[in-house]
């Protein structure tokens, strides 16, 4: 029998080498494959990639064109970067999702010049009207406007122009904080709201010198009026309803997508709403990812089975998710002078804001959410309302033994912070859920509001946070604000003040890296979902937005004219922008 020579032991191992070659290229075709693109993965041990591949909605591959080459398939969809930018898809980390698509519906006051332009658009909207038709709209800032609105009280704009505007109609027109509206006449009337009216806890009536309501409510009085839109909304019938509903849902879900925006942190829903969007996710039609937040209202020590039914985690494979409670109001808006403050405001010395939500009840439904196992949100904008809040985490953390990075608490805003307050956040471990852009679009009115000091030491300190460990995320607060993260990224590393050629306190911008981090990675962190989302790489969900500008090294003065060419979800291109080619 002849044995085999080292020559044919040689080449059959050559042969071997071939077979294991071949059978390693011959991987299962990708469902797509994104190529000749500049990808930014976040990933760190891979951070830059030319193409990916996606199978089932996940990423299957990230790597070089070459290399994703053998991932394409007969029926593979394979799109051509042309060298744009691809991320992973922008997480809204603070919005309000019925609001925003309920203000889709409404008058769009934000830019609008003046309050006299304001009230001609309520003119032009109650001419159309039939008589008693409710007319809303939102986004309004009297710090924004070029003229005096005409008589002022309190520093706000009275209702005597859309009085005029509207006779037979009632008007509510909500302040682009969302924690002050103004309503006509009619609107107060259908309230009952009178000169005698006493404010109600955690808000304030605004009255003349004659103790007339000069048509401004704060915080806690919005819902005198709302009450009675609620009441009119109530007289239609359940069809009319849901498909109004739909409609805003679809809205709201379609301007996310076109902002390249593929999860979105809801601030608070009813259960009602929470059901209504479940029956939409079940029928397949929410393209968005959402995570909502419980409304804090609907918390209470008596009822904990409804809080409990309502608990999901990644629902209609990642759409829907509902963990945490949340956005319970500390105080108010630092716009409308309800922020709560350690110290008045100094452009009003009497003030020093709102505790909106008592402290007590606070500490009720956070005690609720730790007993079962939901993240706990509050809002607080003003130093009083985050050390009030830090203190209340703090001694419950201890009462209860738990290491406080586990629960991942938040505070959404954190606007304006004590400088001794800014370490307790990293050390904490709690989120500092903050927004990018209102620190650009607030500018004009902060110095004013708090001086040059507090300022300077509080305002917006994303760099100081950054340093203590704290996990900072971004958002838009939307519909305070357009929901753009390319607006945000913008302001978060420039600080630009709008309008002028000025910087807000520079020394508080974050790198690219760092602004891109929190609205990915950190995004991701603060819903618990980091193993999902968050990063490009293999495994995850495929959720990709591509930029027509190359928003981590274009100038910074042209990141804001940066387009959403393409959002994709789960391996869905759910949004395909006008410059898009394939």
């Not at 991932?71 to 997480?91: M, Q, W």
């Not at 509902?322 to 008045?344: N, Q, Y």
Request: aromatic share 6%.
């Amino acid at each position: 029998m002849n044995q085999p020579t080292p020559h044919t032991h040689a080449i059959a191992a050559f042969a071997l080498a071939l077979l294991a070659s071949a059978c390693a290229s011959r991987v299962p075709p990708a469902d797509m494959v994104l190529r000749h693109g500049a990808i930014v993965t976040m990933d760190s041990t891979h951070p830059n990639a030319e193409a990916l591949a996606i199978t089932a909605g996940r990423i299957t591959a990230v790597g070089s064109d070459a290399d994703m080459q053998r991932y394409v398939g007969p029926n593979t969809k394979v799109i051509d970067l042309g060298g744009h930018l691809a991320i992973p898809g922008f997480i809204e980390s603070h919005g309000h999702f019925s609001g925003l698509g309920m203000a889709l519906t409404e008058l769009d006051l934000m830019g609008v010049p003046s309050w006299q332009d304001i009230a001609a658009m309520v003119g032009n909207a109650a001419r159309t009207a039939k008589p008693g038709a409710w007319i809303r709209g939102h986004g309004w800032h009297q710090e924004k406007w070029n003229r005096s609105p005409g008589r002022v009280v309190k520093g706000f704009e009275t209702n005597d122009l859309i009085n005029q505007a509207a006779p037979n109609n009632p008007v509510i027109l909500e302040h682009a904080s969302g924690h002050a509206l103004i309503a006509n006449d009619v609107a107060l009337r259908l309230a009952g709201v009178t000169s005698s009216t006493p404010n109600p806890p955690g808000g304030e009536i605004i009255k003349d010198a004659t103790g007339r309501p000069t048509g401004i409510l704060v915080d806690g009085a919005q819902s005198l009026v709302r009450d009675a839109l609620d009441k009119n909304l109530s007289t239609r019938s359940p069809e009319e309803a849901e498909a109004e509903f739909r409609r805003q849902v679809h809205l709201a879900t379609q301007n996310a997508l076109a902002n390249g925006v593929t999860s979105f942190q809801d601030m608070g829903e009813s259960f009602a709403t929470i059901d209504a969007i479940k029956k939409m996710v079940d029928a397949g039609d929410m393209p968005l990812r959402l995570y909502i937040l419980v409304g804090g209202e609907e918390v209470r020590p008596d009822d904990v089975d409804s809080l409990l039914a309502h608990r999901m985690i990644d629902y209609g494979n990642g759409h829907l998710t509902v963990r945490a409670i949340g956005e319970i109001t500390a105080d108010g808006a630092l716009g409308s002078r309800s922020a709560w403050m350690l110290e008045p405001y100094d452009d009003d010395p009497t003030n020093t804001g709102l505790n909106v939500t008592s402290m007590p009840r606070i500490k009720e439904i956070a005690e609720i959410g730790i007993a079962h196992g939901f993240q706990i949100s509050v809002h607080a904008i003003g130093d009083r309302a985050n050390r009030e809040t830090l203190d209340l985490y703090q001694s419950l953390f201890a009462e209860h033994h738990v290491k406080s990075d586990t629960l991942r608490w938040r505070i959404e805003h954190a606007q304006h912070l004590n400088p001794t307050d800014i370490p307790r956040f990293g050390q904490m471990g709690v989120v500092a859920s903050m927004q990018g852009i209102h620190a650009c679009s607030d500018a004009p009115y902060v110095i004013p509001r708090l001086g040059v000091q507090r300022a300077k030491e509080g305002a917006y300190v994303w760099q100081s946070l950054w340093k203590t460990g704290a996990v900072v995320t971004n958002g838009t607060d939307v519909p305070v604000e357009e929901i753009s993260p390319i607006a945000s990224f913008h302001c978060s590393v420039t600080r630009d003040v709008v309008g002028t050629d000025s910087a807000f306190f520079p020394e508080q911008k974050l790198s690219r890296e760092q602004a891109l981090k929190t609205y990915t990675v950190n995004g991701a962190y603060v819903a618990f979902q980091e193993h999902e989302k968050g990063t490009l790489e293999p495994g995850m969900d495929a959720d990709v937005v591509v930029l027509s500008r190359d928003i981590m090294r274009t100038a910074p003065d042209s990141i804001l004219g940066t387009k959403v060419l393409y959002t994709i979800v789960g391996g869905k291109v759910e949004y395909t922008g006008s410059q898009s080619s394939q």
